[in-house]
T-cell receptor
Framework: AQKVTQTQTSISVVEKTTVTMDCVYE???????LFWYKQTASGEIVFLIR??????ENATVGHYSLNFQKPKSSIGLIITATQIEDSAVYFC????????????FGSGTKLTVEP | EAAVTQSPRNKVAVTGGKVTLSCNQT?????MYWYRQDTGHGLRLIHY???????EKGDIPDGYKASRPSQENFSLILELATPSQTSVYFC????????FGAGTRLSVL
């Protein structure tokens, strides 16, 4: 079975600082894909960044980057120079090759960025 | 820009009634999905489709049917709605990150 766990329910940071959100996953697949999504206060869900399990380099998109630690089955999301607009709920998700079309989500971490 | 449009955005239904949630995508994606979101559970997959004419069960299909009459349209059907199906429903298309619709808030009274 595949499972994604986000243990941090909520995080609060001061604007312009760096924040890391944790995510651990379980899978028996040798190849898999990991994703992070952002859900804004309006409910909109936006894809942010993806890590392919066979790639050793950590993915980076804008001020989002990943800390992929495959031996620990961990994929952390790092947001640098946080802005008020980064306040949202962040979801980690995984797709395995054994059931490629199913995306498993964690329960989410609510990030609040304060001035 | 690729888009996924859900309708209605809000729906109030009565217990035992039939509810149809619609989703249209302009991405020309083969794969489409229906999720529900409940507090503490993240998003859970109900049904998905590989293309027109196909529907597959996700993790929580009980009480739901799906229909994919065309590449663009994917519907979620609640034949006999129950209060436990009160939730926010999201449609998505695509394989990689995917594109999500804006969601449908359904209340079953």
């Amino acid at each position: 079975a595949q499972k994604v766990t986000q243990t941090q329910t909520s995080i609060s940071v001061v604007e312009k600082t760096t924040v890391t959100m944790d995510c651990v996953y379980e899978t028996r697949d040798s190849s898999y894909f990991l994703f992070w999504y952002k859900q804004t206060a309006s409910g909109e869900i936006v894809f942010l960044i993806r890590q392919d399990s066979y790639k050793k380099e950590n993915a980076t998109v804008g001020h989002y980057s990943l800390n992929f630690q495959k031996p620990k089955s961990s994929i952390g999301l790092i947001i640098t120079a946080t802005q008020i607009e980064d306040s949202a709920v962040y979801f980690c998700a995984m797709r395995g090759m054994s059931n490629y079309n199913v995306l498993y989500f964690g329960s989410g971490t609510k990030l609040t960025v304060e001035p | 820009e690729a888009a996924v449009t859900q309708s209605p955005r809000n729906k109030v239904a009565v217990t035992g009634g039939k509810v149809t949630l619609s989703c249209n995508q302009t991405n020309n994606h083969n794969n489409m999905y229906w999720y529900r979101q409940d507090t503490g559970h993240g998003l859970r997959l109900i049904h998905y489709s590989y293309g027109a004419g196909s529907t597959e069960k996700g993790d929580i299909p009980d009480g739901y049917k799906a229909s994919r009459p065309s590449q663009e349209n994917f519907s979620l059907i609640l034949e006999l709605a129950t209060p436990s199906q009160t939730s926010v429903y999201f449609c998505a298309s695509g394989d990689r990150g995917g594109t999500f619709g804006a969601g449908t808030r359904l209340s079953v009274l």
